[in-house]
């Protein structure tokens, strides 16, 4: 619904089809969507689990206000949260990022997440002046950062969670021990 042209089982095959080939792949879903149950999310939860991706990015819908979904509200906190544990469960070795927009919907949701079973940050490294073109929600944090200062301020977000933080490459573990 949310692909025209594109079919579910045709995105799923090229995943397969990139894995088989020795490709990282990442795989994941939104969390709170418009007309989303929780069936939809037991079978988000099973493609994970089927796929085992190298890294699963979720996060919570956040709408923005030149869509169509402008009037939407965003998913929750404690679904996400929930989402997070529950991948990390089934997918031990998964990178697991805690999102932008889970910091975005709560102060302290990125590390919340990370308590929750994730194991990624992204600071956002790109220039501040072209930082509006890449808009992809309301409310979004660290958008007047400089990369520098972003930087600093999630490592020591990290370590006040009990943390820390490695800034190595961040290969997954199962994809490095079939090198």
Request: with cysteine; aromatic share 6%.
């Amino acid at each position: 619904r949310f692909h025209p042209g594109a079919t579910f089982e045709n995105r799923r095959q090229c995943l397969y089809n990139l894995k088989e080939i020795g490709y990282q792949i990442g795989a994941g879903f939104m969390v709170g969507l418009p007309g989303q149950e929780n069936k939809d999310l037991v079978n988000d939860l099973r493609f994970i689990k089927e796929l085992s991706p190298h890294m699963c990015g979720l996060g919570p819908f956040i709408p923005h206000k030149d869509t169509v979904l402008k009037d939407c509200k965003s998913g929750t906190l404690e679904k996400t949260i929930t989402m997070l544990a529950l991948v990390r469960l089934l997918v031990p070795n998964i990178l697991l990022p805690a999102t932008t927009a889970l910091g975005s919907i709560n102060p302290l949701g990125r590390e919340m997440g990370i308590k929750a079973g994730a194991n990624v940050v992204m600071p956002n490294l790109s220039p501040r002046s072209v930082r509006e073109k890449y808009s992809l929600y309301d409310g979004k944090i660290c958008t007047g950062d400089e990369a520098a200062e972003c930087r600093y301020c999630i490592e020591n977000r990290i370590k006040s969670a009990g943390f820390q933080l490695d800034i190595t490459r961040g290969d997954n573990l199962d994809w490095i021990r079939k090198q």
